[in-house]
């Protein structure tokens, strides 16, 4: 990427676009934001050693096209009808429900999900890596402007842990089981941002880095299939355990570090009075981890070779000691920051 000054142009204009966005003080002004973004992030999409690339391109593009068209003309419909254009907040239930939509199809929220795994099956693991968390991070922003619990949002959040438990239990390609992955979550992130923006943050911060963390390896040894994962029988068992810790990290399982913002937003859910939502989208949860589970059992149980677990590759071996250390943050984290909270 750094050796490329085209891509890497491109990677600055990204990232002013999103940040044009998230600090702009008008509906118009974010509408830019998110065009440079996008236009900047299809160059990055096309490789021409994947034949995939160019058709996920053209859906990613036709389909963001589609959110930003919706999304101005829903703004120059406001501004008619209230000639506020500047103003970032609407009252008009209708018009909130129009700017929620483009911006959940903008970010692959159920119902508007349909894009999201297609594309990510054409991606490789950088950019892929760059569509579930960066791309994700002006919508997110722009969407608690105007958000408050009502039942197209209750509907939205129930529909993206439904559509991203059930969607990756048949999946064989890992690009798609992280896409159905990263929708589940949307839910949970969309839930955080109506108790508050601390919460939210917090949420989008652990899983980015998990999702990081988990491309990181996938990517170091050239993972795409779920059979593919039969071949790490070949590698370290210290590395097939890295990965598989942070997997159930992901998914929420206690007592790894990705448990800590679920077990917040439960909680100020109970207390918001939301226990049916909180109900199903944590039972929904349960169900992401199975496909997590069932990627793990794979690779430790069936062909099985390996019969000691020696450290003498660990040396000299710059990424088996990062994935391994990224795995210590991720299972100790949760037992660090509960220590750090009761000594301050």
């Known amino acids: 990427m750094l050796n490329n000054p085209t891509k890497f ?3 600055m204009t990204l990232m002013s676009g999103t940040l044009i966005s998230v600090s702009a003080n008008s509906w118009f002004g974010a509408w830019v934001g998110l065009e440079i973004n996008l236009l900047s992030f299809i160059p990055l999409m096309t490789n021409s050693n994947n034949l995939l690339s160019t058709e996920a391109s053209l859906k990613y593009f036709l389909t963001q096209a589609l959110a930003s ?8 419909l406001a501004a008619l009808i209230f000639s506020s254009p500047s103003s970032l ?3 008009n239930p209708f018009l909130i429900t129009l700017v929620n939509s483009s911006l959940l199809l903008k970010m692959g929220a159920a119902p508007f999900h349909f894009w999201f795994p297609g594309v990510m099956e054409g991606l490789n ?20 402007y105007n958000l408050k619990i009502d039942i197209f949002i209750a509907l939205a959040i ?30 949970w992130l969309v839930a955080a941002l109506t108790l508050g923006e601390n919460l939210w943050g917090l949420y989008f911060m652990i899983y980015s880095f ?19 994962i039969f071949s790490l029988n070949f590698t370290p068992p ?26 917040i937003i439960i909680q100020s859910m109970v207390e918001a009075n939301l226990t049916l939502l909180i109900t199903i989208m944590v039972v929904m949860t349960l169900i992401t981890l199975f496909y997590y589970l069932r990627m793990g059992f794979g690779a430790f149980m069936l062909t099985y070779s390996e019969s000691l677990w020696n450290y003498s590759y660990l040396q000299n071996n710059f990424t088996h000691m990062t994935a391994l250390t990224l795995t ?12 750090l909270y009761h000594i301050f």
Do not use: D, E
């Not at 068209?69 to 120059?76: D, V």
């Not at 998990?210 to 593919?228: E, P």
């Open 9 to 11: 142009l491109f990677l």
């Open 69 to 76: 068209a919706t999304l101005l003309f829903t703004i120059i």
């Open 238 to 263: 210290v590395i097939k355990f890295s990965l598989f810790m942070t997997l159930l990290s992901l998914g929420g399982l206690p007592p790894f570090i990705g448990f800590l913002p679920k077990w």
């Open 328 to 339: 210590m943050c991720s299972t100790l984290g949760l037992v660090i920051c509960a220590t």
């Open 125 to 144: 693991w950088m950019n892929g890596l760059m569509l579930m968390t960066w791309q994700k991070l002006a919508p997110l922003m722009l969407l608690s």
């Open 158 to 187: 129930i529909l993206s842990v439904i559509i991203g438990s059930l969607g990756g239990l048949n999946q064989t390609s890992l690009r798609k089981i992280l896409a159905y992955s990263s929708i589940n979550h949307l839910g």
């Open 89 to 91: 907040l609407i009252s």
């Open 210 to 228: 998990l999702t990081a963390t988990i491309i990181f390896m996938l990517h170091s040894f050239k993972l795409f299939y779920f059979n593919q």
